[in-house]
């Protein structure tokens, strides 16, 4: 016989008004993680910093004109470059391309 659900939350609010301040925090932290465990290890994590350096934000901003003037790749176009991996139906069957290999003729060569 299932447990009838408000009798089980009625009995686990009474043992919860039983408890003090430090061990409710606990619980209530055993039961965020329980309910959401992805969000609440995301917001346990340290941030971790990392220097741009000079390079890498002339080629962020390099990246971000190019989206801008509509030079980007079509999300499908990525899908049938990438390899096709055993049951999955959402890649293509083409083998990817080495990027030096690559050429647009509407958007230029693109150069490593």
Known sequence: MEPNLDQERRRAHELLDLLSAEKLNAVRSLLEVMVEPLARSLAAAAVEEEEITPETA?????????????????????????????????????????????SYPDRGQIVP
């Open 58 to 102: 002339a080629a962020l901003d390099g990246a971000r004109a190019s989206l801008a003037r509509g030079e980007g790749i079509p999300h499908e176009e990525i899908l049938r470059e990438l390899p096709r991996r055993s049951g999955s139906r959402s890649f293509g069957r083409r083998k990817p391309v080495p990027m030096s290999a690559r």
